[in-house]
């Protein structure tokens, strides 16, 4: 499963993605933003291990970011829920840092949204960013998510509590 954005593609992951996952994530400034099942440092045997755990998944809902040279620069993923969320994935992402502020996230997140709509039956995305994170929820507003609300003082990164903020993206009607 491809999606093709203007300047990268979103596809499934491949054992080879193993090494330019591994440089691409292993940077502070990426998982200072991220849950912390994201580690810090990112070593090669994480990058294996995430390469493994989705290499051969169906439905791809957990796609690698790759380059023109098919290098991996980030990743994005629906995780589906249960019980009553079962339709309704929370989005995750991320980027190497020499490509934030280019407008890729965005995009990704446009891709991955409508593919999730019409490929998948989702009927609404949610998508989480943390209250230090506002180059996040720039991401999530480019691409049409709402923001729902505010859980003040609800999550703990880094030994700092913060603000979490919700965002949804509805289904197309």
Same mark, same amino acid.
């Given at each position: ?19 330019? *996952?591994?440089?691409? !994530? =292993? ?6 933003? &991220? ?5 810090? $440092? +990112? ?34 993923? *629906?995780?589906?829920? !249960? =019980? ?6 929370? &989005? ?5 840092? $020499? +490509? ?74």
């Amino acid at each position: 499963m491809e999606l093709k954005g203007s300047t990268f593609l979103l596809r499934g992951w491949c054992l080879t993605d193993a090494e330019s *996952l591994q440089r691409s !994530a =292993d940077n502070k400034n990426v998982s200072d933003f &991220l849950m912390d099942r994201f580690p810090c $440092p +990112f070593t090669m045997a994480d990058a294996e291990t995430w390469v493994k755990r989705w290499e051969h998944q169906y439905p791809v809902i957990n796609f690698a970011i790759v380059d023109s040279n098919n290098v991996v620069i980030g990743g994005i993923g *629906l995780e589906f829920r !249960a =019980d009553i969320y079962c339709k309704t994935p929370l &989005l995750g992402y991320w980027l190497a840092q $020499p +490509f934030w502020g280019k407008g890729i996230m965005s995009s990704a997140v446009a891709l991955i949204s409508h593919y999730a709509f019409n490929k998948l039956g989702a009927i609404c995305i949610t998508a989480y960013a943390l209250s230090n994170n506002p180059a996040s929820m720039r991401v999530l507003e480019k691409a049409g998510f709402i923001r729902q609300g505010v859980i003040n003082k609800s999550v703990i990164k880094n030994n700092q509590v913060l603000d979490e903020h919700i965002f949804a993206l509805q289904a197309p009607e």
